[in-house]
């Protein structure tokens, strides 16, 4: 299966889910997602979900100057955020323990 | 081609793939790309190009993962409405009704074709000059009739094979041309009623015979008639008559007005013109301020020959000259004032009205 038609539905959860550890600006969050094992995720896939998730009002940002290389925008959870965070894992979870009940009888079969 | 290197050219082409988005949109989306871009172009000498794809993928990924829809080619408003009539044809299939009826309809296509050709027929013959639902001579019959047979003609060879898009064009003009055609007809003949003037054949009966006459001035109704000889002499009480003898009145009344009842003599016929004519809500009062049932202004509608415009403005024939000679003649003479007036007029109008009480 290609892991990312999975990844689409669930990418605005992992985003989330990385900015609840510490917020990042939008080439560190790629980074840490593809060290967390999302290889597939593409780097125009997480900024336009940065720049949704921040448009719907779920996403804080300010500017950092760095000393070198460009000013970083960084991202953060605000309360909208951190609900949408844990309706959306609530979901997930219960979501992938039905896959796992299903895979389970097929494993059994 | 050479591979993108640079953040701000990379940024550029991609700003260029999403330029459909609406202004807002692409602004907000695209606000901090090109930072975004010089930090990935940091990390590695590895050209752009290579690491993220085309800038037309990437603005494809972007507009996904931004919009939540897939990159779409901007569709018009006809396409658009289209396509909601589409869903909607879709869903009303659902009902028996509408099917049956979607079944039937191509069955009146040929009555169509004859509606169709007979309305555009209508439509150049009004063109030039000849208005109508239906043509006015043998010529335009003609005209009608070869417009409907082309039609028709047409209609059965669209059905046959159906032309490139570009032939379709001009039918499906014309097909709007017809139906408009038809709504306006249509709506046209609902409506000359308004500024038609009614001329009545009084025959004598319970319901007259009503002939509709659309000969209109400036777009008013006819309630008077205003005869004159050949020399310019205005005539009176000229009776007017059909080819069978019946007498051809008009209904002032639909405009606020109504026929002079005199007092004394016959009433007034209703086809002798010019009509005397007052305002309807006018009444004439006796010397008792009673309203009276008559106008006793004109003892006889000869008598007091009215002037053309004194009949077409008929509150200066009621209150105008008639009523100070006939109304104010009587009293002086009922009581005879002995003192001589300063009024020559009335004066006058005394030894006028009555000359053998003064001889």
């Known amino acids: ?109 | 081609m050479t591979p993108r290197t640079d953040p701000h050219e990379y940024a550029r082409a991609v700003r260029a793939e999403l330029a459909d988005l609406p202004a807002k949109d692409r602004d907000e989306l695209l606000e901090d790309l090109d930072d975004h871009l010089a930090e990935v172009a940091a990390e590695s000498d590895t050209p752009l190009e290579e690491r993220l794809g085309s800038p037309k993928a990437y603005a494809a990924e972007l507009r996904a993962a931004y919009g939540g829809r897939p990159a779409r080619t901007r569709r018009s408003l006809t396409g658009r409405a289209g396509a909601a009539l589409g869903a909607a044809h879709g869903r009303l299939l659902g009902l028996t009704p509408y099917r049956q009826l979607v079944t039937f309809l191509p069955e009146l296509r040929p009555a169509w074709w004859a509606v169709r050709g007979y309305a555009l027929a209508l439509v150049v013959l009004s063109a030039v000059g000849e208005g109508g639902v239906v043509p006015g001579d043998p010529v335009g019959w003609v005209f009608a009739l070869l417009m409907i047979w082309a039609s028709v003609w047409l209609g059965r060879r669209t059905v046959a094979g159906v032309g490139p898009g570009w032939r379709r064009t001009p039918l499906i003009v014309a097909n709007a041309a017809a139906a408009w055609a038809v709504l306006v007809g249509v709506a046209a003949a609902d409506h000359t009623g308004v500024y038609e003037t009614r001329v009545r054949y009084d025959a004598g009966g319970p319901s007259p015979v009503e002939v509709r006459n659309v000969a209109t001035f400036d777009g008013g109704g006819i309630y008077n008639i205003l005869p004159y000889a050949a020399d310019g002499t205005a005539l009176t009480d000229v009776r007017l008559y059909d080819q069978d003898g019946r007498p051809i009145t008009l209904e002032p009344e639909m405009y606020g007005r109504r026929i002079v009842r005199p007092c004394l003599g016959e009433p007034p016929m209703a086809n002798s013109y010019p009509l005397r004519l007052r305002d309807v809500g006018e009444t004439a009062y006796d010397g008792n301020g009673r309203p009276m049932s008559c106008d006793p202004a004109m003892a006889s509608p000869s008598a007091s020959p009215a002037s053309p415009e004194g009949v077409a403005e008929p509150s200066a024939t009621a209150s105008g000259s008639p009523v100070p000679s006939a109304g104010s003649s009587p009293e002086p003479s009922a009581d005879p004032s002995p003192e001589p007036s300063g009024k020559p007029a009335k004066k006058a109008a005394e030894s006028s009205a009555r000359p053998s009480d003064r001889s």
């Open chain 1, 1 to 109: 299966m290609d892991s990312s038609q999975l990844l689409k539905g669930v990418l605005d959860l992992a985003v989330l889910a990385v900015l609840d550890g510490r917020d990042s600006y939008g080439y560190d969050v790629v980074r840490r997602l593809r060290e967390a094992g999302l290889d597939d995720v593409g780097d125009a896939s997480v900024y336009g979900t940065l720049r949704r998730l921040f448009k719907a009002g779920a996403l804080t940002s300010y500017v950092v100057a760095s000393e070198e290389g460009p000013h970083r925008k960084y991202y953060g959870l605000n309360d909208v955020g951190r609900t949408l965070l844990s309706d959306s894992a609530r979901t997930w979870t219960s979501f992938a323990a039905t896959m796992d009940g299903l895979l389970k009888e097929v494993g059994a079969g």
